[in-house]
């Protein structure tokens, strides 16, 4: 009897153990409720007009346009000021947080290619997680940058080309 006692509580062990590893584990979702936020766009240095520089922040229910139009930089978090733009600019936005590149978010470089080297431009990328927050730099000829990213860089420009 003491036996099957002890199989019994070695049963109900792996059991529990099982259950923590299934439930305690979840994926690294995007949370809107943690005031999570993406600011994304373009600029140009060999450019003329308010087109140039385009700098948005999408939170989780709204999207707002930077009016100061600075010029983005390597050595410091962008700096922007924000009007509130329209419930379909926010709409056709609103998927870029969750197609935000995981590899990005892991990548060491701030700085990805050669962002506007060749007047070709380059993209402004910064991103609130859980807390944490994170920005990039990343060239805008594709050849200079990992394939990886292509697909995102691709999406933040149609998006920002759909709200203008």
Known sequence: MYKRALGMKNQLRLLFLLFLLFTGCKRDEINPAAKDYL???????????????????????????D????????????????????????????????NFPRDLWNDRNKVIGQPDAGDWGG??????????????????????????????IDKVNATIKTIQ
């Open 39 to 65: 600011i994304f766009g373009h600029f140009y240095g060999e450019c003329r007009g308010d087109r140039c520089i385009q700098i948005f922040k999408l939170e989780p229910h709204q999207l707002w346009e």
């Open 67 to 98: 009016t100061k139009d600075t010029y983005p930089n390597s050595t410091a978090f962008y700096e922007g000021s924000y009007v509130k733009l329209s419930q379909p600019q926010f709409d056709a936005a609103k998927d870029l947080i969750n």
């Open 123 to 152: 993209l402004y990328l910064e991103f609130k997680h859980k807390g944490k927050r994170k920005f990039w730099l990343l060239d805008q000829k594709k050849s200079n940058v990992p394939e990886k990213y292509h697909a995102f």
